[in-house]
Every structure is written in C-alpha cells, then in structure tokens.
C-alpha cells in the first residue's frame, strides 16, 4: 500500500525543491510535459544539444529521455545525456516511446538501457513488454495491450536491470522487481489527450529527484496524476479540450493532504 | 451536395477504426494535430526519421506529410516516407504550407507531388494557387488569396496530378477535378488560432483511411472541421484560447447524426 | 511614463498592419508564441532552414531568435536569418533562454549580437545579466535573479550594443541605455505557464515592426502582456491551464483604449 504521509511529503517536496528537470522529450509532448512539470512546481528544461549535453545535466536534478521523435541528431544527444547522467549518479527516467514499432526505436531504447542505467522505465504495456522482450506488436505510441497483461514483463525488467519499472494503463503498475504497486485513479479521457503518457515520465523525473527513492518517487508521481485525472472528471467531463485544461488546474492547484485521501490501489 | 448518411458512415468508421495516421509535420502543429486526431477518434504517431519510414509506414493507415518547418534532414524523412506510402499503396496526404514563400517549399512540394503522388492535396487558396502555377505572391503561411479565387486553379491541379484537392477559407471547396464540393461551417476564429488547417491535413488522412474514397473522405473531414467550428462559436465567441478548448470538445463528444444536420453547403 | 495614447496606436497598427513575425524558437513556445502572435493581431510564421532565410526574412516584417532549444543546425539557421535581417535593415529580437547555462548557449547570444546587432535583447534577469557580464550562475532557463538586480547591467548592456534590452519579471523594465521604463502589471501564475517568456519575445517583434521606434515597441509589448495577465487574474485564479486559456482570451478580444488606462508603473 502507498505511504500517504510520503505521498504528501513527496508532493511537498516537489513543490519546495522545485527540481531542475531536464526532458529530451518529442516534439509533440514538450508544452504539455513543461506544463505540468510547472503546475506540480518542478522546473522543467529542454535541450537536445549533444555539445552542452554535460554542463546541463550537471545543473539539473533529473533527467527524463523519451524517444517519441527520435532521429540520428537527437539519439547523439541522448546518448550524451545519459552518459552524464550514469557517471554523475543523477537519476533518469527512459520513456521508450514506440519500442517495438521499428528497429532503431527498439534498438535505442535497449541501447540505453544497457549502457546507462535508467533509474526508471516508464511505458505503456505494449512498450513495457517489447522490451522485456515478449512477444508483442506494437501498433504505433499507443498500447494494443492492457497494463495488466504487463506486470509480469514489467516484474522481469524490473529484475534483470536493476530499474524501477512503471508501466501506465487504465491501472498503473509499479515495480522494483519484488514489490508491486498499482494506482487505479485516473479518467479514461487521459488517453484521449495527446502526451499524457510522456507528461507522466517527465514527472517521474522531479519525483524521482526528491523523493526518498525511486519507486516511492514514481508510485507517488502516478498517484498525483490519477488524482489529477479524478479532479479533473469531478468538474464534469464536456470533451478533450476542457478535460486537459481542468487537469492542470486541478495539478497546479492540488492540496496534497486531499489528494492523499483520494488516491485508490 | 454531401451525402449525409456516408458522412455519419464516415465519422463511425474513424471512431471504430481509429486509423494510425502517421504524420511528419511542423512544431507549431503536432500537438494540436494530435489533439485533433485523438478527439475525432483516430490514432496520432509523429516521426520524421527516415530510418524508420518504411517500417512506420507499413503499420500506419495513413500518412500526412506538412512541409510547415521543413530542412534538410526532414526533407529526407518526408521523401523516404512518401515513397513508402506510394510503394505501400496507402494513402497520403500533403499540405504544402508555405508554398510559393521560398524556393525550397516550392520545389520541395513540387517534387513531392510529382514523385510521389498524393492522395490528397490540401492547402489554403495561396497554396494551392501557388501549386497550381498561376502567378501569386504568397504572404508567410497565411493566406493572401480567397478560396474562391483558387477554384480553377484547384480543378486543374486535381486533373493535372489525379490528386482530390481541398482548399480551406471561408469556403473550403474539395474537387477531384470534375466534382466541386463547398463546405461554408465554421467561424472566423479558427484563423486566428495557430494550425487549424495542419490539423485539418491531419483529420484528412484519417478520413481518407476511413471513407469509400479519398474525394468523400477529404468532403467530409472538412464538414467535421466547420460543424466543430459552428458547435464551439455556439458556446458563444470569449476569444481565442477558449475557442479553440470548445473547439476540441466539440470535435470529441460529435454526434455524427447531429453534425450532419448542421452541414452548411 | 508610458504614452498610452501611443501604446492605443500601437495596439491597433499590429491589428491592422499584422505584421508577419519570423520566429526561430524552441519547440515547447512555438505553439504558444503562434498563438499570442495572432491573438494580438499578428502573423506568424516559423522557419530555421538555412537555405530559405534570405527569402523569408526578406518578406517579413520583423525576426525573433530564441535559442531555447539550439543546436547546431539551428545555430546555422539562426546566423543566417540574423544577417539577413541585418542586411536588410529588418528588426529583430533576441531571446537569449539560458545563457548561462551552457558554453554554446552564452557564445551563441554573444556572437548572434556582436555580428548582427539585435534591435530588442529581451530575456530574464539572469540571462540578461549573464550576457552583460556580471558573474551570475544561471539556473536552468528559469531566473534566479529579480529583474530589479539586472536593472544596472540592462542599461549597460544597451549603451554597448546599442539595442533596446527588455527584462521580464514581477517588474519589467525596459532600458535603451539612457531611458527606463517600468510595467508592474501581470500575475504571479505567468512564471508558471511555460513559455510566456518567449511568447513576450515572439510579441515585441510584432510591436517593434508597427511601432514607432523600438523602446517604444518594446514597452508597449510588455505592457499588453501585463494587461492580458491581469485581466485574466480578473477571472478569479482557478489553476494554470484556465489561466493560459483566459490569458488568450484577454489578448484576441483586449480593447486598446481600456488596457491603456489599466497599465501600471
């Protein structure tokens, strides 16, 4: 079961850190993923720039890559990013975006992994069993599987890399190998909204950096946005647009100690 | 005129399908792209590597290509994943953003077009009237001309390439060179919101997967697009930011029977 | 003191006028910055390819560079689109995001306005100062400082180069070395959206296009901002995504005249 007094602690952690969060993020996830980032109190930063790869990861508190947009220039650029982060022991969260949807986004997400360590490796279930290497096809960014079909993956990966693993679905699931956690807030319009999933891991990163430890960091982040999710439905769910906007009102505005009553497992 | 039951066919079968619509296009438009895609129901992936084009290609339903921040490296994905799509028999879209505004969008959509034959062509009237290859100076990526003044030039550029051509303005008209469709929903504001027409490229390809053939496809995605538009100005006009949240709740909560009754020709 | 019969004309030459603003941005502003662009009355365009900035500098009325998400291909763009602007007698602004942060980040600022001479430098405190070369440790592309300590190295920093330099925070000053001009407006949850920085920077090019001279433009410009701000804290606080949407709303509907009579010194 979740710690709520950690999970307030943790929330409130975020909020007086600010956390410098630095995202290698895609192109359609960097607003959004800044966005909330921001409305948690994080601080978030972009930069995909392999010659300042080292100086910006020594300034920051975490680093989140997430492979949506990949392309020769960028997997320099993160490369460079997780080697700085592997040798600095600054925590990273991988979000392997599409892996299994073509080689070079399996092969990269697999690279990293090997090389540099992930802290975290946060995906949906079809990503999450890719590259726990079960039998999957992937269908583009969005999951063909259940996140419950992923637990046992998820529990391997965690495992065999020494990575907490959290795998995002209508049921979130979080393991170190041995423990697993599960938060069922949320509201299925998250998966309508594009980059709700790649806003998760770059949160993911400022919980990791103030929380007490890495899965603590990411089974309280994954509470703070189903709680977010289920503030936002409570206004009345009127369409996407709407949804999104009340889910950043509800994050930059959440009394940890309420949220901490609303969380379900 | 529209045929209402084929447009309430059209919209059922993108919610049931929920095509994977791979678009390479600029940064200003992927976010909200995707927003539009995933509220009418479709299923959004963004990538430009070209090592990856044949493989993304082959699992998605359709392809966008948007040329609104194009360079060098992007100019080789767009190439490698328009030669998949036209080797792979699916159905492509392109939106020549720009065109006429320098030489590279010129020539890049040109060679596009010639090589590689889209499916649709979707473009505002300076676009397509810079295209077509009839004298206009074109001002940025907005355009300087009306829709109506491109009407020619849109029949002749549909029978030129054997591409459905879809110019949007106050009026959109859609042609195949021998049929002229007219669709007038919709309300100012969109033009005044960024990347309404990158979106409205995007909707087509997810149209175009769903319908009978690209010409009603391309007809009733803009139909979509204008009674989205009319269902937000109802909310009545508060300015831009909120326009385009109703805009999204609209496209995401449609019923298609409803909608069809509100298409204005 | 601000000449608010002169702000008024202002406001209204970019309605009519809408002056097509060229914008080298990072990926997490270009949409928002699109959208206050036109929200004010603007036109946006975006575009970092080499091989086409002679031509889209030469048809737009003024150029922004922000070097949020630089790299060395977008260093290559930016140069080229600075000395076109320079050669042509174009205005153009600078947003220096980050300096400090980065070797390449603070050379680029630096050699972006030691060879093409920036009409606007429009950053943070911290920027500002790093670029005027007090020693300050900058943190990430947030300011560590206040506006008020960079008010000093502003003023020098303009006499040496000659632009007018814009600083944004609780207080804005705006300095042409010898002149300073305060904007007290806005509200505290504009340090919390992402980009409203840069869609400041984005601003002043369409104000320093239309307006009279560049200190004026650049004071006008921040003073809309405020305004917007504070007349979106007039809805009543409900969290960061309605204040962004109500932010919007209040820049695409302002009334110049009232706005005028609302500006704080």
Redesign the interface.
């Known amino acids: 079961m979740i710690d709520r007094n950690q999970f307030i602690t943790d929330c409130g952690a975020v909020r007086e850190q600010s956390p410098?969060v630095?995202n290698i993020t895609?192109?359609?996830?960097?607003?959004?993923a800044?966005?909330v980032l921001?409305?948690a109190g994080a601080?978030?930063?972009?930069?995909?720039?392999?010659?300042?790869m080292d100086?910006?990861v020594s300034?920051?508190s975490a680093l989140v890559i997430n492979i949506?947009?990949?392309?020769?220039?960028e997997i320099e650029?993160m490369k460079a990013a997780a080697a700085a982060a592997h040798r600095l022991g600054k925590p990273w969260v991988l979000d392997p975006v599409?892996a299994g949807?073509?080689?070079?986004?399996t092969q990269t997400a697999l690279e990293l992994i090997r090389e540099y360590h992930p802290t975290v490796i946060r995906g949906n279930a079809s990503e999450i069993m890719c590259i726990a290497g079960l039998a999957i096809q992937s269908?583009?960014?969005?999951s063909s599987a259940s996140s419950a079909d992923a637990v046992e993956a998820a529990k391997a990966l965690a495992k065999a890399t020494g990575s907490v693993v959290s795998v995002s679905g209508a049921t979130d699931y979080i393991t170190d190998g041995e423990r697993v956690e599960t938060i069922t807030n949320g509201h299925p319009a998250m998966g309508?909204?594009?980059?709700m999933g790649c806003s998760a891991s770059a949160l993911t990163g400022a919980f990791v950096a103030a929380s007490s430890d890495p899965f603590t960091g990411a089974l309280n982040c994954m509470a703070v946005m189903g709680v977010a999710g289920d503030i936002a439905a409570s206004k009345g769910y009127?369409?996407?647009?709407?949804f999104?906007?009340?889910?950043?009102?509800?994050?930059?505005?959440m009394d940890a100690a309420a949220a901490a009553e609303m969380i379900r497992q």
């Open positions: 410098l630095h895609n192109y359609v996830a960097m607003n959004i800044a966005n921001l409305a601080s978030p930063l972009m930069s995909f720039c392999p010659e300042e100086e910006i300034i920051s949506g947009c990949l392309d020769r220039h650029g599409g949807a073509s080689n070079i986004r269908r583009g960014v969005d309508r909204i594009t980059a009127r369409g996407t647009g709407s999104q906007v009340d889910f950043l009102d509800a994050l930059s505005t």
